[in-house]
Every structure is written in structure tokens, then in C-alpha cells.
């Protein structure tokens, strides 16, 4: 069972709240918290998750090397018990699933490999395994990172998170395991024309671990240069896509000074290791020399380019998981906006984007895509007490699911107050001529429209929509049915406009709401606070609306229609 935590309503409390660990609290007003599994409960330093089902996901324990299974926030039983070593910033870090399972029931991992758990380091790799339901199965190894005799092997900078992109490839991100050093110089670090370190940038790879023939550097003479999709990555913690652009985003940590987000484009070089933060701010650090480079100085192979990051902080804050609320169940303020937690202040932050979605929409000090202090980073944090945040997660069920590695816990966000869309639409009697359940979603112009059937009938003709949607909760304290209609080819006074609810205690339509007809959408809002349960399936979790248009004589004629323009719930959930 989920446990509920309220959500602080006020932006002001930062300044109270900031400092000690406290409870996790989210700093917008209609969002509150829930545990899904608890810290203290088993759960040993969780890095990444995966969903299986609804309700039903794997997570990474980064020391065990396990792989768990959770049902409903339960532990259920390890799937799978890799050996690792786990010293400083190794282990088991990522999971991805197939991008068609479970009909193709493959899950890829990344791991630091040991003979035992413990044991000598030997490798960072990627590999697929095989799930039947149960647990996870060796399928075939995909990509090694394999130690180096004439390099650094680490033990930081490991990166190790992994995704499917929209193009169905498969992303890996690799920190620089400390490699590239001027003494010892490398392509990826900016430090050598020639030498290549295998590691620090993003592996763009197909699902059996070749490389695509369209990657950015796939002329390049040496194979490990071929796989990468971008370089000149320190080390990341986070990657994701924008679903609205399928652009790729990650986070970088830096030295001791400019944590980064990145747009990452095909053929990226991040700058490390000459360059951390914006290229006109000159930074200077040990591993740099403490030489003010310009990107004029960066290693350029045949189609890179460089970009500097769309945010930083002076201060480093340890940024790790990103992730854009691209579910219908946030509200239309924070949808499609970024999330980005840490691992120094145990916060969240919070970024919307501009139109053009390369650039993050700032304000105030924070304008010149820098926050320089502490006031400036707080500009933009909603979260507080979170702990190191591993993983960002949107659910089956539209809701963020955030991993805290320090508190051995899984949390999740979640409005106050739900949208609920259609899920389908039917009209008798009558006819669609235009449009589609989509058309009710927003109001945006795109409507439906209905015609009488022919031959009309006297007296009380009519043309009925019922829209379905799953309710969002098992027990909302109120529901808001908001509907916009309106009427054409008939005199509006003529018509009354009926909207009726099913109640599904009396199998009957209450109605809820009737007006006369106007020719200009008109939008009624219905609100519900009492027996809400009466309009919700408690099987199915369906509601059901409908409206009327009803006119008292013979007014109707053949070019008669009714128009809905949007149809949605509000459904209250504290």
C-alpha cells in the first residue's frame, strides 16, 4: 500500500526548509508524495528502474549487484544476482527493456563485473538477458569496457545509464573512468589527435551491440571511435529523449566547478576535459591545468561540433537523473517540462523549455543559463529532502517514480488533481462528420460534430455522445466534468443542451446540467463532491458522460449539428 505525504503549497518555504535532510516534500501546489517501497525495508542503494507491467517493475540494487522484482510496492523475489564491484561510483547501474517487450522479453544491463561480489575489477559492460517471467537469463554480452594497461581504470567517472531511443537504438553513456589526462592524452578528453580511451561519451548502438552505419564518426578508422554518438563527457548520471522532439538530453557531472545539462545532438563534444561550463566563462581546474581553453582548442573529429550546456551551476550540485513529465497526468503547467534531481542538496529541479525545445526557458539571474549561487539555483527547485536521486521514471501509470539511492527508497508524484480524458466515443442516434475522440482532449478547435440521422423523428429528436475514461483514483473527493458544446444549422434558442452523467449505482443517466443551445462553444462546468463513487465503475474504473441535443418541436433539418469541443475530468484526489 502507497503512503501519502502532502505536498508543501509554497514556493516562499524554501529558504525555511533548506539545509538538513528533511521529509520529501514537493514545492508546487497540486502535486503531493507517495512511498512506494519504503527505505528500511530491504532495498540496498537502488540506482535505476524498470517497469515490467503496471505496478510492476525491476530495480537495481548498485553493491548486491540483484536485480529485484516489486509488485505493488512489494518485494517479490530476485530475478537475477549479477557479481560486482562496487567501489566508488561502480556496480549495477542501468536497465533498459526492448523496446517490444514483453513480446520480445529482453532486458539490457549495465554492470561493473567482478568474479564475486567484491572481487577485482574487470570490465564495465553492457549485456542482454532473457526474462521468462520469472527471473533474468544471459542472452549475449553487448559491449565491454574492458581494463586498460596503459590507462587510468577508474574507479570513478563509470557513467552507466543506458535507454532504447525512439530510433530503436541503444544508448550508453560512459563516464572518462578518470582516462584522457594531459600525461596520458585521448580523443575523448580533448588531449590527443590519435589515441583513443574507449570510454567517455554516449555509444549509439543496434540492439544486438553493432554499430549503426549512420552513426556521426561511423568513417573512422578505429572501431571505438564508430560507436559514438557524442564525446567529451565527463561523467553522466543521467540521459534521456524529449518525446516531443526525440532530441537527446543528459547531465554532467563536473569537476569542482559547473555541473552541466546538455542538448545532445549527433556528433556532440561536451568539451571535457578543457572545458567545463559555458566556453566564454574560461574555467580553470586541476584537470585542465588550470588553462582557460577556448573550443577552438577541442579535439574536433570529422562531424562534431561543440554546444555549450543549456544550464550549469558554478557550485556543483552532483546532478544526476533528468527526465521530461511527458504524461497526461500532469498538469498543463509542468507537462512536457524537465525534472533533474542530485546527490549534494537532495533536490529536484524543475525547467520548462521554449517552443523551439533546445533551450530551457530561464528567468532571472538565471537568464544567462548559469546559476551562480545558491539563491539563483534555487530559482528552479521544487524538491526538497530527496536524498541522491538515482533515477527518474515515468510509470504506466503517468506518475513520477523517484529512486533515492541514500534512502533505499522508491517515492512517486502525483497531482492533487487529475485530468481524465476519453478513452472513446459513440453517437446514436446521429452520425459523426467530423472529427474524433482526440478532438475532446483539449480545447483546441479540433471538434466533434454530429448530425441527426435521417429519417427524423417528431417530437423529441436528439443526437447522444458517450465519451468513457478511466478514473485515476479509487477515491477522489470530487469530480469536475467540463464539456463545451455548441449547436449549428438550427436556431440555438430551439434547442436545449442536456449533459448527463452515468450513475453507476442505478445503471440510469442523471442529469447534470441543461441550458439553451448556443451557436458559439460554450463550456459548463459540472462539479461533484458528494457519493462520487456513483459515477465510477468500481470494476473497470469507467466513467461515462453524455450529451442531448433536444429540441421541442420539428426544428431539424438535415444540415442540423451538435459540437463538442472538449470533454474532460477533474478528479480531486486530496
Known amino acids: 500500500m502507497f503512503v501519502k505525504t502532502r505536498a508543501l503549497c509554497a514556493i516562499g518555504a524554501i529558504a525555511l526548509l533548506s539545509g538538513a535532510a528533511k521529509a520529501q ?11 512506494v517501497v519504503a527505505g528500511g525495508t530491504g532495498l540496498s542503494q537502488p540506482t535505476t528502474m524498470a517497469f515490467i507491467g503496471p505496478n510492476d517493475f525491476l530495480i537495481l540494487e ?19 544476482d549479477l557479481p560486482v564491484n562496487a567501489s566508488s561510483e561502480r556496480g549495477l547501474l542501468g536497465i533498459c527493456l526492448h523496446p517490444d517487450f514483453p513480446t520480445v522479453p529482453k532486458v539490457y544491463l549495465y554492470y561493473s563485473r567482478a568474479l564475486t561480489d567484491g572481487g577485482t575489477w574487470l570490465d564495465n ?53 578518470n582516462r584522457g589526462r594531459f600525461s596520458n592524452p585521448r580523443i575523448e578528453q580533448n588531449t590527443s589527435l590519435t589515441a583513443v580511451a574507449d570510454v567517455g561519451g554516449i555509444d549509439r548502438l543496434e540492439l544486438d551491440g553493432s554499430t549503426p552505419a549512420d552513426n556521426p564518426f561511423f568513417n573512422h578508422s578505429d572501431p571505438r571511435i564508430r560507436k559514438y554518438f557524442a564525446y567529451g563527457i565527463r561523467n553522466s548520471y543521467g540521459m534521456c529523449y524529449d518525446p516531443l522532439t526525440n532530441k537527446v ?54 562531424g562534431a561540433h561543440y554546444r555549450d550546456p543549456e544550464f550549469s551551476w558554478l557550485a556543483p550540485i552532483g546532478v544526476t537523473s533528468i527526465r521530461f513529465l511527458s504524461s497526461d497526468k500532469f498538469l498543463p503547467n509542468e507537462r ?6 542530485d546527490n549534494n542538496t537532495g533536490s529536484l529541479f524543475f525547467y520548462k523549455l521554449k517552443p523551439n525545445r533546445d533551450e530551457l526557458e530561464l528567468f532571472g539571474g538565471t537568464v544567462d543559463k548559469v546559476a551562480d549561487n545558491a539563491t539563483e539555483r534555487e530559482q528552479h527547485r521544487i524538491g526538497i529532502g530527496w536524498g541522491v536521486t538515482t533515477d527518474l521514471v515515468i510509470g504506466p501509470d503517468g506518475y513520477l517514480y523517484v529512486v533515492s539511492l541514500s534512502a533505499g527508497a522508491v517515492r512517486r508524484i502525483r497531482p492533487a488533481v487529475e485530468i481524465a480524458y476519453p478513452t472513446s466515443v459513440t453517437v446514436g442516434p446521429g452520425v459523426i462528420v467530423g472529427g474524433d475522440v482526440n478532438s475532446l482532449r483539449e480545447d483546441d478547435g479540433n471538434r466533434l460534430s454530429i448530425r441527426e440521422t435521417p429519417p427524423i423523428a417528431l417530437g423529441a429528436p436528439s443526437a447522444r455522445a458517450t465519451v468513457f475514461a478511466t478514473s485515476p483514483s479509487l477515491s477522489p473527493i470530487e469530480l469536475k466534468l467540463i464539456v463545451q458544446t455548441a449547436t449549428t444549422g438550427v436556431p440555438a434558442s430551439s434547442v436545449t443542451t442536456r449533459i448527463l452523467m452515468f450513475n453507476f449505482q442505478t445503471n440510469t443517466y442523471d442529469l447534470v446540467d441543461s ?30 458522460m453524455r450529451v442531448e441535443w433536444v429540441d421541442p418541436g420539428t426544428l431539424f433539418s438535415f444540415g442540423w449539428q451538435g459540437r463538442i469541443d472538449l470533454v474532460n475530468w477533474r478528479v480531486r484526489i486530496q
Request: aromatic content about 10%; overall charge negative; glycine content about 10%.
Open 25 to 35: 516534500t514537493i514545492l508546487l501546489s497540486d502535486y503531493f508524495v507517495e512511498t
Open 62 to 80: 548498485k553493491a548486491t549487484g540483484r536485480v529485484k522484482r516489486y509488485t505493488n510496492g512489494v518485494f517479490q523475489n530476485i530475478v537475477l
Open 125 to 177: 559492460r553492457v549485456e542482454r538477458f532473457d526474462w521468462d517471467g520469472t527471473n533474468l537469463t544471459l542472452d549475449i554480452p553487448i559491449i565491454v569496457y574492458p581494463s586498460s594497461g596503459t590507462q587510468s581504470n577508474g574507479p570513478n567517472h563509470d557513467g552507466g545509464i543506458i535507454m532504447i531511443g525512439p530510433d530503436n537504438k541503444l544508448y550508453v553513456v560512459t563516464g572518462d573512468l
Open 249 to 302: 538530453w543528459i547531465t554532467d557531472n563536473g569537476p569542482n566547478v559547473y555541473d552541466e545539462i546538455n542538448y545532445v545532438e549527433p556528433g556532440f563534444n561536451g568539451g571535457w576535459l578543457k572545458i567545463m561550463g559555458p566556453d566564454s566563462r574560461n574555467a580553470t581546474y586541476s584537470e585542465n591545468n588550470f588553462t582557460a581553453y577556448n573550443a577552438s582548442d577541442l579535439t574536433m573529429l570529422p
Open 336 to 341: 512536457n517540462g524537465m525534472i533533474v534531481g
Open 515 to 544: 441550458r439553451p443551445g448556443t451557436v458559439s462553444d460554450t463550456e459548463v462546468e459540472v462539479t461533484i463532491s458528494t457519493n462520487t463513487a456513483r459515477y465510477i465503475n468500481q470494476t473497470t474504473r469507467e466513467m461515462r
